[in-house]
């Protein structure tokens, strides 16, 4: 079976950055299940994982705006450390929860300190990166009912409920 929309697709990979770091990787655990077609990954490996079977093996560089978008400067900004109610300590790397001036919630997280203020960034952190996917197809299959309707695999390599 070929990985086509509204398959299940069980993947090993392992991403790098340009120099060669490892960013994350499945292999050696669980291979990540994914619905295709769902935007359960990121564009553009998953437009390179389409027509692909159980047991090919492909290397992808996917370059931001495909990936996880470009680096946007204006989501970065210094708030006064007070802005952080019950936060009793604060430290590089943490994440939060902010609501944007047209209401909606965003993720930000902490770059650093400037004196009273706190660095934040609402940009993901792979932002403006360009990512390297070695992909191996371990299993297509297809999505039952409930993954179709629930929008994500369930079980081995996707969400247990």
């Avoid at 027509?51 to 006064?80: H, N, S, W």
């Amino acid at each position: 079976m070929q990985i086509a929309k509204d398959c299940v697709a069980l993947i090993e990979y392992t991403l790098t950055n340009d120099e060669g770091e490892v960013i994350d990787s499945s292999v050696g655990s669980e291979p990540l299940g994914y619905l295709h077609g769902a935007s359960n990954i990121i564009p553009g490996l998953e437009r390179e994982l389409e027509g692909k079977t159980t047991g090919d093996a492909l290397k992808v560089r996917v370059e931001p705006a495909d990936g996880y978008g470009e680096f946007q400067a204006e989501l970065v900004a210094q708030v006064p450390r007070d802005q952080f109610e019950g936060a009793e300590t604060l430290e590089e790397g943490m994440s939060f929860h902010a609501q944007t001036p047209d209401g909606h919630m965003h993720v930000v997280r902490i770059t650093g300190f400037d004196g009273d203020n706190v660095i934040i960034d609402g940009n993901h952190p792979l932002a403006g990166v360009a990512l390297t996917f070695e992909v191996k197809v371990m299993e297509v299959r297809e999505a039952s009912a409930e993954e179709l309707a629930h929008g994500h695999v369930h079980g081995e390599g996707g969400h247990h409920h």
